[in-house]
T-cell receptor
Framework: QQQVKQSPQSLIVQKGGISIINCAYE??????FPWYQQFPGKGPALLIA?????SEKKEGRFTISFNKSAKQFSLHIMDSQPGDSATYFC?????????????????FGQGTILTVHP | GAVVSQHPSRVICKSGTSVKIECRSL??????MFWYRQFPKQSLMLMAT?????????EQGVEKDKFLINHASLTLSTLTVTSAHPEDSSFYIC????????????FGPGTRLTVL
């Protein structure tokens, strides 16, 4: 119930294309869904995050779509650039600590290696 | 804003020695800090949750006597790997949540530990 399943494992996109990464969760107590970007040898950097009270959030080229009934959320990267090539992780946490999870504790997806070809 | 630093960035040590890794929140106070380890091409695995002024909470399977965590102030948490062995070689990453800032976690740059 604590798992967050992420797909695809790897993704290759041409420059200018749209990159789409999907995540699904089981724990209905999750109410915070961030996406992180990680470059090799570096720590994850927060990209964008969403809460269940909205179905979509956009920041620049990055958009999160959230489907509460399906318990799924996705990251869309518009106009993908070679500099976007990195590993992307979705995550989820519960602000109430309910559902068997601790307050603020992030559960991460397995990660998606994105490669954007020039 | 929201910068987290780690020191050292990489360390090589001999088997049997202890290594201390520092995690600092530079521009905010963090009541809660988290420690993760990450193996190559894998996701982050939470090791423990560190709360300022109290004992850390360890995840199942993480040896608390081997991975000592101290969170003595609102801007500093330390992880000490005691009697390190080659299997402890990994990428250790900390994160910090701003006090009163809800769920957001900001991650440090990580520490690469190699045990010979």
């Amino acid at each position: 119930q604590q798992q967050v399943k992420q797909s695809p494992q790897s993704l290759i996109v041409q420059k200018g294309g749209i990159s789409i990464i999907n995540c699904a969760y089981e724990n209905t107590a999750f109410d915070y869904f961030p996406w992180y970007q990680q470059f090799p040898g570096k720590g994850p950097a927060l990209l964008i995050a969403i809460r269940p009270d909205v179905s979509e959030k956009k920041e620049g080229r990055f958009t999160i779509s959230f489907n509460k009934s399906a318990k799924q959320f996705s990251l869309h990267i518009m106009d993908s650039q070679p500099g976007d090539s990195a590993t992307y992780f979705c995550a989820a946490s519960s602000s109430s600590g309910a559902g068997g999870t601790s307050y603020g504790k992030l559960t991460f997806g397995q990660g998606t290696i994105l490669t954007v070809h020039p | 804003g929201a910068v987290v630093s780690q020191h050292p960035s990489r360390v090589i040590c001999k088997s049997g020695t202890s290594v201390k890794i520092e995690c600092r929140s530079l521009d905010f106070q963090a009541t809660t800090m988290f420690w993760y380890r990450q193996f190559p091409k894998q996701s982050l695995m939470l090791m423990a949750t560190s709360n300022e002024g109290s004992k850390a909470t360890y995840e199942q399977g993480v040896e608390k006597d081997k991975f000592l965590i101290n969170h003595a102030s609102l801007t500093l948490s330390t992880l000490t790997v005691t009697s390190a062995h080659p299997e402890d070689s990994s990428f250790y990453i900390c994160s910090a949540s701003p006090s009163g800032g809800g769920d957001t976690q900001y991650f440090g740059p990580g520490t690469r530990l190699t045990v010979l």
